[in-house]
């Protein structure tokens, strides 16, 4: 679960570090236990024998009972040092109640833990073709012969793990640790590499970062680079729903190409000061559901966020229940990091959510004082004809159904002229002190014709003109 956001540091002070990367001792081991066996238990070996108080912990580590494994690898996940999957062919055990198998779990926990842009995350596949593949599949084929008899449900189990590693290579395409193996010696190799050079990576960065920890960028101000359209938008529609006295709740969508800037707007949204607490907020909520594409699941997460754990079933009226006595006292705000990956994803938020949500806070809608404001990150383009469930213009009309999603403007790509814009609003606001030729220098170097937004954010970040505000 991610960790409440907490109001931002003045500039004179140094930017805290979240989710501190420590030296890697303490790996969480993530496959599935029977078929990867042998290759599981050489990581664990050759990794606890070179590297100094290395531990690699591998689910029959610990002694709970299976209904306790949700739990504990959870837990396990968010206080070790460094996550490491091992794929192979086969999905998995899914746990009661949830729609995706454990190991699946594992790493959203682990992506959801380390929002770093290169976390300690090592993630082994084998070649395709290899040895090292062909004995996975042999290894799995008879336990999934065995937990799918028919060719039906064979084909669904084919399908889950090949979206799953479809997530994972996705994830890694941003420049983060995917490693291919041929055989079972390539992946010890391997796997003690990766390990022993992150932390001598970490070692050699050590000095630098104590010398310029108030030297980074914080990815809230990173975030509004080039959103000047997006942010007018919200402006209008937020003016708009604040006129509309019967109106409790508004639903808006941030969309966009994969990795265009999506984490670094959301972290704008969590910081942005439209949400004072001397105006009646609560600080926001930022952080998605361990299953994305699960109504059940995000109605716990929104619970949890709130600290106040559902103890029945996760119903839409139990979470009005809960708004509902939160927002006699203030207004809230929930930034969700993720839309899900299903493909009629926005509808069902729309359907099975959002709607049933407000037609369950009506009831209660007399004794509240605040607003519910939800905004949902999705990393895909919007299409030309959005379906009915979303609205994507004009959002601040007069004519809004506050029951549709109100799409923002598509987070596009950064250009130099955003840069040197916001360059020079960095001249006057934090009191950085550049010249025109060096900002010019610093728009152009950012925005050169390689790649997307987080190409910017990384080269913005090395330059290191952010310490000068201090």
């Known amino acids: 679960m991610a960790n409440r956001p907490t109001a931002p540091e003045p500039l004179s002070q140094p930017m805290p570090h979240e989710n501190e990367i ?20 050489a990581v664990r070996d050759v990794v606890e024998k070179n590297v100094p108080q290395g531990k ?15 739990d504990v690898c959870r837990q396990r996940v968010k206080s070790y040092d460094a996550y490491m999957g091992l794929f192979g062919h086969r999905y998995g055990w899914q746990p009661p109640d949830y729609t995706c198998s454990i190991t699946e ?68 395409a941003d420049g983060r640790m995917l490693t291919f193996y041929g055989n079972r010696e390539e992946l010890r190799d391997k796997a003690l590499s990766t390990i022993q050079n992150w932390n001598m990576d970490l070692y050699r960065k050590a000095p630098l970062r104590r010398q310029k920890a108030a030297g980074d960028i914080p990815a809230e101000e990173l975030g509004r680079i080039g959103r000047e359209e997006q942010l007018g938008e919200l402006r209008s529609a937020l003016r708009a ?31 942005w000061n439209k949400w004072s607490e001397s105006d ?33 079933s996760a119903t839409i009226d139990a979470l009005a229940e809960v708004l509902a006595a939160q927002l006699e006292r ?19 938020f729309q359907r099975e959510f959002w709607q049933p949500l407000l037609a369950a806070l009506a009831g209660r ?26 609205r994507s213009s004009p959002i601040g009309a007069g004519d809004v159904d506050y029951r549709q999603l109100l799409a923002l403007p598509a987070l596009g790509e950064i250009n130099s002229q955003h840069v040197l814009c916001w360059l020079e ?7 950085i002190r550049l010249g025109e030729a060096r900002c010019d220098e610093i728009a152009a170097h950012a925005t050169a014709a390689d790649g997307n937004p987080p190409n910017v954010y990384d080269r913005l970040l090395r330059e290191g003109f952010w310490a000068q505000a201090n």
């Not at 600080?283 to 995000?298: I, R």
């Open 330 to 348: 203030r207004s809230l705000v929930f930034v969700q990091r993720s839309a899900g990956r299903h493909a009629d994803r926005l509808a069902t």
């Open 365 to 390: 809608a007399p004794r509240a004082l605040g607003r519910l404001y939800w905004f949902v990150i999705d990393h895909e383009a919007l299409p030309a004809k959005p379906a009915a469930s979303v």
């Open 425 to 431: 609003e960095l001249q006057i606001g934090a009191g």
């Open 105 to 172: 779990l594992e790493f959203r926990w682990a992506v959801e833990r380390w929002e770093q842009r290169v976390p300690p995350i090592f993630i082994l596949l084998p070649e395709k073709g290899s040895e090292a593949d062909r004995q996975l599949h042999d290894w799995a084929a008879p336990y999934i012969e065995k937990e799918y008899p028919d060719d039906a449900a064979r084909c669904r189990h084919d399908q889950a793990q090949q979206a799953f590693l479809k997530s994972v290579r996705d994830w890694a």
């Open 280 to 312: 009646g907020y609560a600080p926001p909520y930022c952080g998605q559901p361990a299953e994305v594409d699960n109504v059940a699941s995000l109605i716990c997460w929104t619970c949890g966020q709130l600290q106040q754990p559902l103890l029945g």
């Open 56 to 70: 690699v912990f591998l689910q029959e580590s610990w002694a709970e009972g299976g209904q306790f494994v949700v």
């Open 241 to 271: 729903f604040r006129q509309s006295s019967g109106q409790r709740a508004i639903a808006f969508l941030v969309h966009g190409a994969e990795n265009h800037g999506q984490r670094e707007f959301a972290q704008f949204l969590c910081r």
């Open 22 to 41: 420590a030296e890697v001792k303490q790996i969480f081991l993530s496959a599935t236990a029977q078929d990867c066996r042998e290759y599981r238990e």
